[in-house]
């Protein structure tokens, strides 16, 4: 009663805060609108610099459809809203670095050195003070999330154009849905191997094998994802860093790797961060907004400081999340932690992930298993060594028995006593003795 009436708030919560707030988000399909906002259940207008996203990893839904398994891949985001924002803009926060670990201020050092409100961009920290949670979504077609994420707010954010070209060229690399390899498991010669999108720790993605057609049973044999996903692309002519291949061995490492920065909090408006001829982290455009022309994003879709969480809305196949789905998918390991009033949390923090447990609990394992060897070999050699004493024991016995069976009854130079002779007469039953 108590676990359906919990699944039950859940699912109220996330229709109150989800699809109240979410889903009225105001139509910004042009560069020229700069004004977009989320708008809550009271009609309240959140502006594009005080809402905030971050991406949360994928996670595995498995169900029947139409008397077929299938388990189907999500990627899950969340969007946030900042309800102390006071308009400064991009100004009005400082940013995390995620390569060097450190909180970045120099937007709000450039537009008001550090009079005026200067707040954490911190929605991905469970002990955030200003930054609260709208809603979980998440998307099936996670080609059009990433094709949307990295031709605009990726585009800016990473200014890197090789990185781009990589990122933009290879989202369409990962399957959509479970898919066949020409191979068989040594296990079950009969047994076809399929591949899929394996979540794994810190949000990352990895390409599993499995053993059925819904992607459900993992491959437990000797055979590596990567040896034989390579051995099949390059026998159909394939090339791992090419449009259409599959991301394997550094090419993944280096796929999330760019992912990290958006495991932490980023504005909803495009930005972007870097340094002039002059070594400040500005690029001044003589525009009337928020930013006074300060760290604006041009992507490569033409667009000017857009508003990507409604890039998401509106050309993504993007669904809310319900929050016991959530909660679910949360045991699987490979969600990020999220906060929903500042004590519950859901999910794993970065670097503090199912799979690190599991290398753990696997080492856990070996080292009882080393542990249960070392005491069975101590408990053989004791025994083998008692058995050996026991036996010289044994020996030694029988050996001074024998000893003693070799000895006369009598001494050499004793007297010996002749025993009574006895006679027999044939004719007569009765027997006689003669001394």
Request: net charge negative; glycine share 6%.
């Amino acid at each position: 009663m108590k676990s359906v009436l919990f699944t039950w708030l859940l699912s109220s919560l996330t229709r109150i805060i989800a699809v109240e707030d979410f889903a009225r988000l105001l139509n910004d399909a042009s560069s020229s609108q700069v004004d977009s906002f989320f708008v809550d259940s009271a009609n309240t207008y959140y502006d594009g610099y005080q809402q905030a996203w971050r991406y949360l990893g994928f996670y595995v839904d498995c169900y029947t459809k139409e008397g077929t398994k299938v388990c189907q891949r999500y990627l899950l985001w969340a969007a946030y809203v900042d309800l102390d924002y006071e308009g400064g803009g991009i100004g009005e926060y400082q940013y995390y670095n995620v390569n060097s670990n450190t909180w970045d201020d120099s937007a709000c050092e450039l537009r008001h050195n550090n009079e005026k409100r200067c707040a954490k961009m911190d929605c991905h920290q469970p002990d955030t003070t200003h930054w609260k949670l709208m809603g979980y979504f998440r998307n099936y077609d996670y080609y059009d999330f990433f094709e949307q994420l990295f031709k605009h707010e990726g585009y800016c954010i990473w200014n890197d154009g090789d990185l781009t070209d990589f990122m933009y060229g290879n989202y369409n690399s990962w399957p959509q849905g479970c898919t066949a390899t020409n191979a068989y498991s040594e296990l079950d010669e009969a047994q076809l191997l399929y591949y899929d999108i394996k979540p794994t720790a810190d949000a990352n993605m990895t390409l599993g094998l499995y053993t059925d057609s819904a992607c459900s049973v993992e491959y437990m044999g000797n055979q590596t994802v990567d040896d034989l996903l390579q051995q099949q692309q390059q026998h159909q002519g394939g090339h791992r860093e090419l449009r259409g291949g599959l991301l394997l061995g550094e090419y993944l490492q280096k796929w999330n790797d760019a992912l990290s920065v958006y495991k932490v909090c980023q504005p909803c408006r495009a930005y972007n961060l870097y340094a002039d001829q002059g070594g400040r982290r500005q690029r001044e455009l003589n525009n009337n907004n928020a930013n006074d022309g300060y760290f604006e994003c041009n992507d490569i879709a033409g667009y000017t400081d857009v508003n990507q969480c409604m890039k998401f809305r509106t050309k993504t196949n993007m669904a809310y999340a319900p929050l016991y789905e959530v909660h679910k998918a949360t045991q699987q390991g490979g969600l990020l932690s999220t906060a929903l009033d500042g004590q519950t949390v859901l999910g794993h923090p970065v670097s503090s992930t199912a799979e690190a447990h599991k290398q753990m609990n696997r080492y856990a394992e070996d080292e009882m298993f080393l542990q249960v060897s070392r005491w069975m070999l101590i408990l053989s050699a004791i025994c083998l060594f008692s058995v050996w004493v026991w036996r010289m024991w044994r020996n030694s016995v029988q050996r001074n028995a024998q000893k003693k069976l070799r000895q006369p009854l009598v001494d050499a130079d004793a007297s010996i006593v002749t025993p009574p002779r006895v006679t027999r007469t044939p004719s007569s039953s009765k027997q006689m003795y003669s001394v």
